[in-house]
Every structure is written in C-alpha cells, then in structure tokens.
C-alpha cells in the first residue's frame, strides 16, 4: 500500500476520490485519459508511488520508471499507435517554464496525429 500525499490530485486519482477513465493499470503503474487531450490518444502513466517530478527521480526509482515505459507501449499498442504504423511522443513536464501543472510524476503519451516538432 502507497501512503498517497497529502492535496496531490494525482494520489486523488489513484485512491478513487477523483474520477478517470482507465486505459491500463497493474501493481506499479496506472494509465488514464486526459481530461483536456492535445491528441486523438492522449493518455497519462502515472506510478502509485508519489514521485514529485522527474528532477526527484533516483536509482532507486529504476523499476517504477521501467514499469511506466513498458506500460507506456502497452498503451500504444492498445491506442493503436505502434511505431511501426503511426508512433506517438512521450513527455515529461518538468517545473514552471514547462508548463508542469501537477506535481506527481508522469508520462503523457500523445498520438493519433502528426506531431509538430519542436514543441511550443
Ligand atoms: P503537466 O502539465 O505536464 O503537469 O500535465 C498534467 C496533465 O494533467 C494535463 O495535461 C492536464 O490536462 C491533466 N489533468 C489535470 N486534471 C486531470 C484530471 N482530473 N483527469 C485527467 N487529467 C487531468
């Protein structure tokens, strides 16, 4: 069990107190919709563990992160955006000029479209 930290709407999502819609979950990480996408499939992978962002990431964190990756292709298999046909991108916001709005740590897997490179 996770102690989830305190005000973090992340650890909100993962108890249950804030509605989702689940993409794909297991012990380690949980998978779900964006609530404001910017892309046909935008799907957040968060850990159950509260990480603050990817700047507090340790060695120690080595599995937790595999677990996000490897669920992170789960996602795109089932979103249907495998590189071999589409591909998608994968991003970590981290701090203000980032524009990272909520402090627990994830991944945003973005595809269903031609992406812009680079990003604004
Ligand atoms: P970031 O700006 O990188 O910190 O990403 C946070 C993401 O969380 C944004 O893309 C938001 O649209 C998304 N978000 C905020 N609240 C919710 C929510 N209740 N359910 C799903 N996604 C959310």
Same mark, same amino acid.
């Given at each position: 069990?996770?102690?989830?930290? $305190? +005000?973090?709407?992340?650890?909100?999502i993962l108890a @249950?107190?804030?509605?989702?819609? =689940?993409?794909? #979950?297991?012990?380690?990480?949980?998978?779900?919709?964006?609530?404001?996408?910017?892309?046909?499939?935008?799907?957040?992978?968060?850990?159950?563990?509260?990480?603050?962002?990817?700047?507090?990431?340790?060695? $120690? +964190?080595?599995?937790?992160?595999?677990?996000?990756? @490897?669920?992170?292709?789960?996602? =795109?298999?089932? #979103?249907?955006?495998?590189?071999?046909?589409?591909?998608?991108?994968?991003?970590?916001?981290?701090?203000?000029?980032?524009?990272?709005?909520?402090?627990?740590?994830?991944?945003?897997?973005?595809?269903?479209?031609?992406?812009?490179?680079?990003?604004?």
């Amino acid at each position: 069990m996770v102690t989830p930290a $305190a +005000d973090c709407l992340f650890c909100k999502i993962l108890a @249950g107190e804030i509605p989702s819609i =689940a993409v794909y #979950e297991n012990d380690v990480v949980y998978c779900f919709r964006d609530i404001a996408p910017a892309a046909p499939s935008h799907v957040l992978v968060i850990p159950r563990s509260h990480i603050e962002n990817a700047h507090h990431v340790t060695v $120690a +964190d080595a599995e937790t992160l595999a677990a996000m990756f @490897g669920a992170a292709q789960e996602v =795109a298999r089932l #979103e249907g955006i495998e590189p071999e046909d589409r591909g998608y991108r994968l991003v970590m916001n981290v701090g203000k000029d980032a524009q990272n709005s909520v402090p627990h740590l994830h991944l945003h897997v973005l595809g269903g479209r031609h992406l812009e490179w680079p990003p604004g």
